[in-house]
């Protein structure tokens, strides 16, 4: 009978979570003990999504079938543990391609069944917000985080590992997409971030961008005005067969981007008098966002917890990092866990507590 909690210790000192991320084209598995990394893999469909300019559905799907199973063999084999030393198995539920997720999820309901082990339903946004911890394991909210991702941009306070209050948050597009349409404009392939990036190495800052919410509109953010001002000088060069520099357009480009993420973050830390900044999402992988922000935070004093750029961009032990709060919390999932494609970010914030804990705490 599958009874997993029946002895579990939620204050065990260090537990052993095995975590599982399937949401877009990446099928990882890690392990971590309390906030330390034991074992960390990923395979990656990107190159094949690549041929097509962006990720089939279909096609990730199909790759995480092929490649789960072996995955998480891999992952549990190289932390040097068995399948029965482990607490709890923590899946990705959500947001992301409900194909995708399916796989993932329906792989760990699975695994944490036959294994009589405790399951953790863990939202993606959620885990990128967790991956700081096994940065710094000392890291102690309260701090002010920066969420760049390729589907949401904001500001958050975080008042404990498992509360969040949110600043400000893009009204329109997210960076992450940002850098991916106009990657597409240019030319540069899929996926856009990184190929933006090292185009603008050969490139400079020299063309005009919209100043977007920059020193205005709280700590929102819009990113559409800028895209459209990219697509409209590219466009305009082309109809009257002008030469232009895609590197300098790049640059000008990203420095508009990133600009204000750091301008509004720093603003943030200084209003809630937070001595520390953490930053997760793919666009932190952003060579030029890392520095700007480092120097920033330097300038003004403040800690920078910024997470390798491999724990930025999707991978598991940032969601093993978040199963380790939800299991703190005794919220653990069953097998009706079912996999949800879209997952605004308020409720993703939210943190319900399940019926495990508050038996526990009744007790
Ligand atoms: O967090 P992530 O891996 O997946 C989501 O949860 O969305 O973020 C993916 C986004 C993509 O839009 C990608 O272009 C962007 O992060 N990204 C970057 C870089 N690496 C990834 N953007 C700018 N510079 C990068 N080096
Ligand atoms: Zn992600």
């Given at each position: 009978m599958y009874d997993p909690l029946k002895n579990i210790d939620l204050n065990k000192k260090d537990p052993i979570i095995l975590g599982i991320?399937?949401?877009?084209?990446?099928?990882?598995?890690?392990?971590?003990?309390?906030?330390?990394?034991?074992?960390?893999?990923?395979?990656?469909?990107?190159?094949?999504?690549?041929?097509?300019?962006?990720?089939?559905?279909?096609?990730?799907?199909r790759a995480h079938t092929d490649y789960v199973a072996d995955?998480?063999?891999?992952?549990?084999?190289?932390?040097?543990?068995?399948?029965?030393?482990i607490d709890a198995v923590a899946v990705t539920y959500g947001a992301g391609l409900l194909g995708a997720l399916l796989v993932g999820v329906s792989f760990a309901k699975a695994f944490a069944y036959a294994l009589n082990k405790p399951l953790i339903a863990v939202n993606?946004?959620?885990g990128h917000l967790a991956a700081a911890y096994l940065d710094s394991p000392d890291l102690k909210p309260p701090f002010v985080t920066?969420?760049?991702?390729?589907?949401?941009?904001?500001?958050?306070?975080?008042?404990?590992?498992?509360?969040?209050?949110?600043?400000?948050?893009?009204?329109?597009?997210?960076?992450?997409?940002?850098f991916?349409?106009?990657?597409?404009?240019?030319?540069?392939?899929?996926?856009?971030?990184?190929?933006?990036?090292?185009?603008?190495?050969?490139?400079?800052?020299?063309?005009?961008?919209?100043?977007?919410?920059?020193?205005?509109?709280?700590?929102n953010f819009s990113y559409s005005g800028l895209k459209t001002a990219v697509i409209n000088y590219c466009h305009t060069k082309e109809q009257k067969n002008e030469e232009y520099s895609k590197a300098d357009v790049a640059a000008s480009f990203q420095s508009a981007a990133v600009d204000v993420l750091v301008e509004k973050v720093i603003a943030a830390a200084k209003e809630k008098r937070?001595?520390?900044?953490?930053?997760?999402?793919?666009?932190?992988?952003?060579?030029?966002?890392?520095?700007?922000?480092?120097?920033?935070?330097?300038?003004?004093?403040?800690?920078?917890?910024?997470?390798?750029?491999?724990?930025?961009?999707?991978?598991?032990?940032?969601?093993?990092?978040?199963?380790?709060?939800?299991?703190?919390?005794?919220?653990?999932?069953?097998?009706?866990?079912?996999?949800?494609?879209?997952?605004?970010?308020?409720?993703?914030?939210?943190?319900?507590?399940?019926?495990a804990a508050k038996e526990k705490k009744e007790v």
């Open positions: 991320e399937t949401s877009c084209d990446e099928t990882a598995a890690a392990v971590i003990c309390g906030r330390k990394i034991l074992s960390d893999e990923i395979a990656s469909s990107a190159s094949i999504q690549a041929l097509y300019g962006g990720v089939v559905p279909e096609i990730a799907s995955v998480v063999e891999r992952a549990v084999k190289n932390a040097g543990i068995s399948y029965q030393d993606h946004i959620r920066l969420l760049a991702s390729g589907g949401h941009t904001a500001i958050l306070y975080t008042k404990t590992e498992s509360e969040f209050e949110i600043l400000g948050a893009t009204l329109d597009d997210a960076a992450g997409e940002a991916d349409k106009v990657a597409r404009v240019l030319g540069l392939k899929y996926p856009g971030g990184p190929n933006i990036e090292r185009c603008a190495l050969n490139g400079q800052a020299n063309i005009p961008m919209p100043k977007m919410l920059k020193g205005g509109g709280g700590y937070s001595k520390c900044v953490t930053v997760g999402g793919g666009v932190a992988a952003n060579g030029y966002l890392r520095q700007s922000l480092q120097a920033a935070c330097d300038k003004y004093g403040l800690r920078l917890v910024l997470p390798e750029k491999r724990y930025c961009t999707d991978n598991a032990a940032m969601i093993a990092s978040e199963g380790l709060v939800q299991f703190r919390l005794g919220n653990f999932a069953d097998m009706s866990l079912n996999a949800k494609a879209s997952i605004p970010l308020a409720a993703t914030l939210e943190t319900v507590q399940s019926k």
